[in-house]
């Protein structure tokens, strides 16, 4: 007999995806990106790792439409003068580590996906969402894995 634990739709869409909550992130590649409509973003590859330290890979924009996440990106990875210049290359976003805040949302086409809520510095320590295994709280900056 076949024994399994019934889900609903909105539970099996969202099995694949990493849970809500804080972790650290690593940008591993930072390039420009067009959307549809012609507007100029930068598109961060962000390496994360889930509760079982396995190391997930999601995306993230910077644009000035979202002049939030654009300004705390900055703040939490020391880019705080290119902000205040007006001024942000891909190449200054590479190699940067900080904390996330993760949500799951439903993008235009209603499926369910990983998305970056906030961009933040530091978060108290008994909320980071990781294994040890993982180890993403000792990246550095200047060191790529």
């Known amino acids: 007999m076949l024994t399994f634990k019934p889900e609903t739709e909105e539970e099996i869409l969202k ?5 809500e909550g ?12 067009t959307s549809q409509e012609g ?3 930068i ?7 889930d509760k079982e330290g396995k190391e997930r890979t999601i ?3 910077l644009s000035p439409n979202y ?3 654009l300004k705390h990106f900055c ?3 020391g880019l705080e003068q290119h ?6 290359d891909p190449l200054h976003c590479e190699r940067k580590s900080c904390f996330i805040k993760l949500e799951i949302q439903k993008n235009k086409k209603g499926i369910f996906q990983n998305s970056v809520e906030d961009f933040l510095k530091e978060i108290p320590e008994q909320t980071l969402s990781v294994s040890s295994t993982g180890n993403p709280k000792d990246m550095d900056d200047d060191i790529p894995f």
């Open 22 to 33: 804080f972790y650290k992130v690593y940008v591993s590649q930072a390039l420009f990106h």
């Open 67 to 69: 002049k939030r996440l």
């Open 59 to 61: 995306f993230s924009y």
């Open 83 to 88: 902000y205040l210049s007006g001024k942000l």
């Open 39 to 41: 507007k100029v973003s």
């Open 75 to 77: 703040d939490a990875t």
């Open 15 to 19: 099995s694949n995806l990493i849970p």
């Open 43 to 49: 598109k961060l590859i962000l390496i994360v790792y």
